[in-house]
Structures are given as C-alpha cells and as structure tokens.
C-alpha cells in the first residue's frame, strides 16, 4: 500500500512539474531573434495568391523583416499598416518617430492573413531602420 501511495504521488509531481514548465516557458523575443525571411508586400502578396496553404505554412509564427511605407498609423491598437497591406502591431507603444509616408523597416512574428480586411498580420514588432 505505501509503494502505491508513493508512486501515485511521485507521478502527480512528475505531472505538475511538468505542466508548470508547459505554462510558464519562455516567451520569444522577438526584437533579437534573426529573421527568417526578408520579404517584401510585393512577394507576400504573389507567395499568397499562388498557393495560400503553402505561403501559410512557410510563415506561420516565423520572424519576419519588411520595408515598406508607412500608409496608416493606428494609436488606439499600437500599429501601423505598411505598404497598404501589412498592419503590424507593437507590444507596448508606437515608436515616436513615426508618421505617414516614411519608410519604415520591420521586424515581427507573422500571424497570417486576413481575407475579410485582406491585409497580412504582424505582432510583437519593432522598428529595424527607419528613414526619409
């Protein structure tokens, strides 16, 4: 009876660790991690047009880096759409530099695309390089 007891026990806390460790893992960092692809709006759209699946699997929860010029700024939900097609959203704030018209590259993790607003979808950006 206590060999059950203490294998009953052992494997609740080998179950409890294990879920604690599933839950509370580390969050990426998105502003340090390498991007995985460079891209561009031009190539987002044409990868997307030709096999939709495929374009999703590729990018799905990966870095990305895109330049384009910022079409759109939105204070209310952090972000910014580029190059009339991508909105990208910032974890805490917009960078103060921003504004209509300027070049802007940046970095995120893709979340996909949106047919119903028929834009792409990027978080937990940052600003790369800015210019103009």
Known sequence: MRKKILITTSLF???GIAIYRYSYKNHRDIESETA???VTVDGLEKEFSLNDSLA???YQDKTIEVTAEITSIEPANRGVVI???IF???TDSLPK???INKILKIKGRFLGYDELLQEFKIDQSSVSHSNK
């Open 13 to 15: 806390l080998i179950t």
């Open 97 to 99: 530099d921003i504004a």
């Open 36 to 38: 995985d692809y460079v």
């Open 83 to 85: 190059g009339e097609k």
């Open 56 to 58: 999703t699997i590729k």
């Open 88 to 90: 990208a959203t910032f």
